[in-house]
């Protein structure tokens, strides 16, 4: 089948295999998802709305809560650091490094970092960076990319990692789940002994202590700050909240929107350096809190995106996303949340991304399901109009041209014409009209017996009769 | 970039927004957020009894005093571990005796030597099933996460919150605290749940009498 949108053509070409690790794996999360809100709460929806509104009141007045969060953190002793772009946070991660005579990182899952492509800078530059989430593990030795936010290889099976893993050279060809997990824990213990420096993301800040909260279910972001002596946390500017107690709204629907857990295994509150009679953990933390485009963001229509919590949930129950996997939105973000954001995140390169929008069928489940109640077929729509305004081609790839029906709607005679022909299309195939886009359509379907020129009929014999 | 360079853009965004279409910060308290998990009765050993109901669910274990704990850790066949110094007074004469090696402290280029960690709790939370951990009275990070089997010691003294809510009320300015609610975890290989990634495989909290 011809078809000129690029995401289109990649779900038409997806091994049917990942259609279906993609469908069975985002199926099962939403339904989890669902079951752990309703035996929870009477109102969940209520709850969604709260934190819409904790999330957007933060946004809407960001440079004060921004600006306690960094005094709390430097009064606990952090280095707050400032990053425009993604390369600005590279080169200040690659500097800190540098001044602890540091050249071995290991990180916790990050989306930011992946976001600014870390670990190919730091390998560029002499470091090694080994990532530990044991999907985002398995996506680095595959020299791979995430294809979801939360479960990084849902597009793979365990026959492909056990490949990887004997490649990689930790041991011979073994499927066993459980074999693959204990293999990544005895590979990975020795890069947290090793590494001189820990990495993490941050899920949330608290405006009120500086507090980051972490949530991870392996341990494996524990381990990033237990066992060196310097830490740093790549924040994006948008995940403070007002207080403590407003994580308690936020950490109750992540897990349960993310992956039908009441609470993830392990959440981390830190504020600071170690204390100092604990022996193990950072000495120095560095907290970067990174841009990169999100103060643009904050300015324009699509301010509501950043109450993003990177829960997943709209990737999970999104039909083109289910269909097409993530890395058919060719970018770190896929699913609904990617469409709006990607296209933003890009920049000048906005033009490549102006695509993603388009692919929606706005059917408003993302936004039903969304923890933070982002209105993301609203922001898709918004997304449409604007490629629209600045005349970007490729977000118009394989539009039929409105201008005919522009014509039709407009000249009563054409118009009447047109309803008379139409009752031929009851004895015409579809499949003559020689357009992709009808050809493709009515692949799967068929026409409705035509009914037009009723209404007509009835208001002329009404008419007639009066 | 300084911070005022940084800053100029971000209040440059949120200038642009009317005060008419402001969003207030909600006012909200427990019982918005109010979950069917959340014990009605809040005396200790109801709050004890909700907890292990929860801790459950999540695949933690429980035991109640020496002898409980003992047994568990025998059915394991463990050999040696990692008690914290603060417990040594109270554990580790009859760990000892039961011929198990105790450690101390912590040798991080030996950390799989350590079997099971036996750290204390700063507390636990009965509507989750979690177990808190902070920086000021858990004597080493690594010895509560690195052995196969940790185990947190409650005192009598440490609280029990009813909720996640009251928690989040009192984290106090410890550097570091851990919420951890059951084991280690991954479903990232088709879904499948393996327990034991990087932290412990079993997660076990152990309520105790003080001595003193
Ligand atoms: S947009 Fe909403 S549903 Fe999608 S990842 Fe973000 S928080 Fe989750």
Redesign the interface.
Known sequence: MKTKQPIDAFARDLPPEIRESVYVGSKAKYDKRLDSLTQSFAAPDDIRKLAGQIKQHTLENLPEYLGSAIEKLEGNGAKVHYAKTGDDANQIILDIMRSVNATKLIKSKSMVSEEIHLNKFLEKNGCESIESDLGEFIVQLDDDMPSHIVTPIVHKNRKQIANTFEKAGLGDYNDDPQTITRRARSFLRNKYIEAEVGLTGGNFVSAETGRIALVTNEGNARFCISANKTHIALIGIEKVVPRDKDLAVLLNLLARSATGQQLTVYTQFINGPKSEAQPDGPENMHVIFLDNERSNILGSEFKEILRCIRCGACLNVCPIYRQSSGHAYRAVYPGPVGAVLSPLLAGKRYPEYADLPKASSLCGACNEVCPVDIPLPELLLRHRNKAKREGIKKASAGTPSMAGWSVLCSTPAMWKTSLRAGKAMDYISLNLIPVPAVQAWAKERSLPPFRGGKFRKWFKDRQKNK | ???S???K??????N??PDSK?????D?DLE??????MPSDTDRDALWDAFKT?FDL?HGKCTEGRADLLSLLKEESVTAGYVAPELKADLKPWLQQSGIEIHT??D??Q??TYEFGITRAAGVIAE???IILK??S??????A??PWIHIAVLPDDAPIYPT??DA??D?G????????????????????L?E?????GIQICSRMKSRH
């Open positions: 970039m300084n911070k360079e940084f800053f853009p971000i209040e440059d965004a949120v642009l927004i402001r969003t207030p910060l909600p909200w918005t957020i109010r979950t069917t998990q929860r999540v402290s912590l991080d280029s950390i799989d989750t099933g979690t920086d000021q858990t004597s080493s990070r690594l010895g996460l690195s996640l809510f989040m009320n984290l300015n410890d550097p570091y605290i851990v919420f951890a609610t059951g084991p280690s975890k991954t479903a990232d290989v088709e879904g499948i393996i034991g990634v990087h932290g412990p």
